[in-house]
């Protein structure tokens, strides 16, 4: 299987971005999907995962009310909507399912 992310680039202090991750290779509908992040020098978090319906979502406590995680089985795709974003949500944002990874989206939020 393969995950692929897209979306990232340069925003400012409370603007908006979102994320993308193209799935393929595997049954993407019966997988809970996870993004994660990773700041430098900073382990790499979880920041919200979506169950294979969708139905079920979560979220780390420093995004919660700020992003959205959702997806559609019928594109293989997992979104995750950031609105008022913040200095500190700069890192590279991968997306997650069992074993597979993708390669990352740099996001950096600068005035």
């Known amino acids: 299987g393969q995950l692929v992310e897209s979306g990232g680039g340069l925003v400012q202090p409370g603007g908006s971005l979102r994320l993308s991750c193209a799935a393929s290779?595997?049954?993407?509908?019966?997988?809970?999907i996870r993004w994660y992040r990773q700041a430098p020098g900073k382990e790499r978090e979880l920041v919200a995962f979506?169950?294979?319906?969708?139905?079920?979502?979560n979220y780390a406590d420093s995004v919660k009310g700020r992003f959205t995680i959702s997806r559609d089985n019928a594109k293989n795709t997992v979104y995750l909507q950031m609105n008022s974003l913040k200095p500190e949500d700069t890192a590279v944002y991968y997306c997650?399912?069992?074993?597979?990874w993708g390669q990352g989206t740099q996001v950096t939020v600068s005035s």
């Open positions: 997650n399912s069992r074993a597979v």
């Open positions: 979506i169950s294979s319906s969708g139905g079920s979502t």
């Open positions: 290779g595997f049954t993407f509908s019966g997988y809970f």
